[in-house]
């Protein structure tokens, strides 16, 4: 019976360049030797890095020690595959999390003038609410239960604007770090339509004074509201739990949900992953959400019951990673371009801003492939790459830039090395030079 095959599973990180990304290895093999051996000739047959750190366990003990319980179902479910044949499989938890997404939006997104464009801005300091909101947050027959969150840094009239007996708030902070931090802060408030703080909020600057920092807030990105029938209490503890979420990976992040642009992206990004939704809705907890968008406010109600959904894991999983990770490269890529048509204005006379961005993300697409990561090195590949006329990888026909990037040296004795085969071809004529220095 020793040698009788079992389904043995462990948990590992799959390596790929500098990331890495959880995953749980199911085997079938008759030892936990055995089942080693499996993985060490897996990682060479399919040219694999896999980490882990413990010994390969029994499924069901493996159950019981180590696994998320909303996973077990789906582990056990692909070990099922398992046989003399496939003797091994990687389970991706984060991508089995993305596999829940919906073929249909989970939420109504609905953007709404907030006020009429030829209404005139009155005289007074404050304006009244805009009678376009007070269905989506004060309906008639429920009118109490709107609240919102203000970020306190985005205003210096916060948070003496709302410390005030009549109304409840709390800072999403605890303790001493809630005193440290009381001009920075995110704040649970409690808001009826009857009260100033109301008007403060949904009042836009007078003439002339767009650009101060008056006490109407509409304009200020501080924060959105939501109703619900929650008590505050729990509403607090609700919030509390995302102001540091845990990536996928097992990384700490601020998480700037209180920020109405931040929340937007995110909510867009979750329109048809219910199990996410549930998640930050708390359920049913959360009835919708109204975010202010320059002249217009946004509103999100749930269309499904999300009550009835399983909510996922408090974090931001791989594909939200990914997408944070495009969205920075962009930026750092357009800067990037910035940064050059500054420091060559001729590149202007031979390209346009949109070949140059080509090129630019072309070569960092490279230089990450082959272990380059600092930005200015990129940089200088890039301008290289233009001044030649073609790209870092394709310029040389004798593919002598490849094997350097292949090579085991370092980032700077790489760019030493291209640069001077640059200068090379420059020489043989092979290469024409249209911008002259290029050595950044």
């Known amino acids: 019976m020793q040698n009788e095959n079992r389904i043995y599973a462990v948990d590992a990180q799959l390596l790929s360049g500098n990331e890495s990304e959880a995953a749980v290895v199911l085997i079938y093999a008759p030892n936990a030797e055995l089942a080693k051996n ?81 209404e005139a801005r009155g005289p007074f300091l404050f304006q009244a609410l805009p009678d376009s909101v007070i269905p989506y947050l004060w309906p008639e027959d429920d009118s109490d239960n709107c609240y919102v969150i203000v970020n306190a840094e985005s205003s210096a009239w916060f948070p003496t604007g709302f410390e005030r007996d009549d109304i409840r708030f709390a800072c999403l902070y605890k303790g001493e770090q809630a005193e440290r931090m009381r001009n920075i802060a995110p704040y649970l408030i409690k808001l009826p339509a009857s009260h100033s703080f109301a008007e403060e909020l949904f009042s836009t600057p007078m003439a002339g004074k767009e650009n101060d920092d008056g006490p109407q807030q509409w304009y200020k990105h501080f924060g959105f509201f939501f109703r619900s029938r929650a008590e505050f209490d729990d509403l607090l503890q609700h919030f509390r739990k995302f102001m540091i979420l845990p990536t996928y990976d097992e990384r700490q992040l601020y998480f700037r949900f209180y920020d109405p642009r931040v929340l937007e992206d995110y909510l867009d990004r979750l329109l048809c992953y219910p199990k ?16 202010p968008k320059g002249d217009y406010f946004v509103h999100y109600a749930p269309n499904t019951d999300l009550s009835a959904v399983t909510p996922a ?39 346009d801003r949109e070949t140059i961005e080509k090129v630019v993300h072309h070569c960092y697409q490279v230089c990450h492939k082959h272990g380059i990561y600092q930005t200015s090195v990129i940089g200088i590949f890039s301008l290289l790459s233009l001044a030649c006329g073609s790209v870092m990888d394709i310029a040389d026909p004798q593919r002598e830039i490849n094997r350097i990037l292949q090579s ?33």
Not at 323 to 330: E, W
Not at 334 to 350: F, S, T
Not at 420 to 428: C, D, E, P, S, V
């Open 38 to 118: 499996k993985i060490t000739i897996y990682q060479q047959q399919h040219q694999l890095r896999l980490n882990y750190s413990l010994l390969p366990l029994p499924l069901e003990l493996y159950f019981q020690r180590h696994a998320d319980g909303a996973l077990i179902e789906p582990i056990r479910t692909a070990s099922r595959d398992l046989s003399d044949a496939r003797a091994l499989i990687i389970f991706m938890p984060n991508r089995f999390e993305q596999s829940d997404k919906t073929d249909s939006p989970c939420l109504i997104k609905t953007e709404v003038l907030l006020r009429n464009p030829n």
């Open 313 to 351: 894991k408090k974090q931001f999983d791989k594909f939200e990673m990914d997408i944070f990770i495009a969205q920075r490269n962009q930026s750092l890529l357009a800067g990037l371009a910035n940064d050059m048509l500054v420091a060559k204005p001729v590149l202007a006379e031979y390209y």
């Open 408 to 440: 085991q040296l370092s980032e700077q004795e790489k760019l030493y090395e291209i640069k001077k085969r640059f200068a090379f071809l420059a020489n043989q004529g092979i290469i024409q030079n249209k911008l002259g220095e290029t050595n950044g």
């Open 276 to 291: 996410k939704l549930a998640a930050f809705f708390g359920g049913s907890l959360i009835e919708s959400i109204v975010l």
